[in-house]
């Protein structure tokens, strides 16, 4: 068995690392920046070690020991196309495991037993579990998916305000706030959405919620319409079994009170986080290692 395990949570806003003794026991935590794999795997490679290497930083450990490290990493982006086997190759660990983001929440959240996790932050996913079945909705993507996620909530307050500025919808205190931003200039806003990441979409997230909940007409009708398609999704949670559920994510306690009555008696708090499920798996997959070769 290895002397030291590996967690890792990597979003699309940044990634977290905690490195634990064999026995899963934390010792230190580091952070970085964002580890969308399939959006920009390059730099997800860079911000994962560099918070391992903070991580061994904090705890006091030589980051040399990271050769000899078994990391279970939890990632966005880890469910489409080839970027998980490009990830794997180039992780500078003894042994790697790449896992979605979510998974690693369902097993901090609701280490034993069935239910489900609905991860509402920069992306949007959920996981159900029933039994020895785990099974995944969405995730799909900021392009195509990750509908009510930060990021489409982000697009949507730009869209709206450059629709504001044509006159083709009403204005109202958010798209004032948000063209003034760009000094009311439409293709300053232009220029940054045709480069932003998912992560930078984000940002305009929580000052929709800030808005709608001083009444903003636009906010409220952007913000209704994302919640009715997460209330969607956790219709087929629960008609797959997926009670009690757990919302996770940056964006989770700003949704709860939006989200429709028949879900709210569901929801129950987590027993821990993302980054303590990635250990809790990292310290299985030592063990049953450990237990193959003895």
Same mark, same amino acid.
């Given at each position: 068995?290895?002397? %030291?395990?590996? +967690?890792? $949570?990597?979003?699309?806003? !940044?990634?977290?690392?905690?490195?634990?003794?064999?026995?899963?026991?934390?010792?230190?935590?580091?952070? !970085?920046?964002? @580890?969308?794999?399939?959006?920009?795997?390059?730099?997800?490679?860079?911000?994962?070690?560099?918070?391992?290497?903070?991580?061994?930083?904090?705890?006091?450990?030589?980051?040399?020991?990271?050769?000899?490290?078994?990391?279970? #990493?939890?990632?966005?982006?880890?469910?489409?196309?080839?970027?998980?086997?490009?990830?794997? =190759?180039?992780?500078?660990?003894?042994?790697? =495991?790449?896992?979605?983001?979510?998974?690693?929440?369902?097993?901090?959240?609701?280490?034993?037993?069935? /239910?489900?996790?609905?991860?509402?932050?920069?992306?949007?996913?959920?996981?159900?579990?029933?039994?020895?079945?785990?099974?995944?909705?969405?995730?799909? +993507?900021?392009?195509? /998916? $990750?509908?009510?996620?930060? *990021?489409? &909530?982000?697009?949507?307050?730009?869209?709206?305000? #450059?629709?504001?500025?044509?006159?083709?919808?009403?204005? !109202?205190?958010?798209?004032?706030?948000?063209?003034? =931003?760009?000094?009311?200039?439409?293709? =300053?806003?232009?220029?940054?959405?045709?480069?932003?990441?998912?992560?930078?979409?984000?940002?305009?997230?929580?000052?929709?919620?800030?808005?709608?909940?001083?009444?903003?007409?636009?906010?409220?009708?952007?913000?209704?319409?994302?919640?009715?398609?997460?209330?969607?999704?956790?219709?087929?949670?629960?008609?797959?079994? +997926?009670?009690?559920?757990?919302?996770?994510?940056?964006?989770?306690? #700003? %949704?709860?009170?939006?989200?429709?009555?028949?879900?709210?008696? #569901?929801?129950?708090?987590?027993?821990?986080?993302?980054?303590?499920?990635?250990?809790? &798996?990292?310290?299985?997959?030592? *063990?049953?290692? !450990?237990?193959?070769? @003895?």
């Amino acid at each position: 068995m290895p002397n %030291y395990i590996l +967690g890792i $949570d990597g979003g699309g806003t !940044s990634c977290r690392a905690a490195v634990a003794g064999a026995d899963g026991h934390i010792l230190g935590r580091g952070k !970085s920046g964002a @580890a969308n794999i399939l959006t920009d795997p390059d730099t997800a490679l860079v911000n994962i070690v560099d918070a391992a290497r903070a991580a061994f930083g904090d705890a006091g450990l030589d980051p040399a020991h990271l050769g000899s490290t078994i990391a279970v #990493l939890g990632l966005a982006g880890s469910n489409v196309g080839d970027a998980v086997h490009y990830v794997e =190759e180039r992780l500078p660990f003894a042994r790697s =495991e790449i896992v979605s983001d979510v998974l690693i929440a369902l097993e901090g959240a609701l280490p034993a037993g069935d /239910g489900a996790v609905a991860s509402l932050g920069t992306g949007t996913v959920y996981v159900v579990r029933r039994g020895e079945d785990v099974g995944y909705i969405g995730g799909w +993507g900021f392009t195509i /998916g $990750d509908l009510g996620s930060g *990021a489409r &909530l982000g697009q949507a307050v730009l869209q709206e305000s #450059l629709l504001a500025f044509d006159g083709i919808h009403p204005s !109202s205190p958010l798209t004032d706030a948000v063209m003034a =931003e760009f000094h009311d200039d439409p293709r =300053e806003v232009v220029d940054f959405a045709r480069q932003a990441r998912p992560g930078e979409f984000g940002r305009y997230a929580p000052r929709l919620f800030d808005f709608a909940g001083k009444g903003d007409p636009v906010a409220i009708r952007l913000l209704s319409a994302a919640t009715e398609s997460i209330d969607e999704t956790l219709d087929v949670v629960v008609k797959r079994g +997926g009670e009690p559920i757990c919302l996770l994510g940056g964006l989770a306690s #700003l %949704y709860r009170p939006w989200i429709a009555d028949r879900h709210q008696s #569901l929801f129950v708090e987590p027993l821990a986080d993302a980054l303590t499920g990635s250990v809790m &798996l990292a310290a299985k997959r030592a *063990a049953a290692m !450990s237990e193959a070769t @003895a």
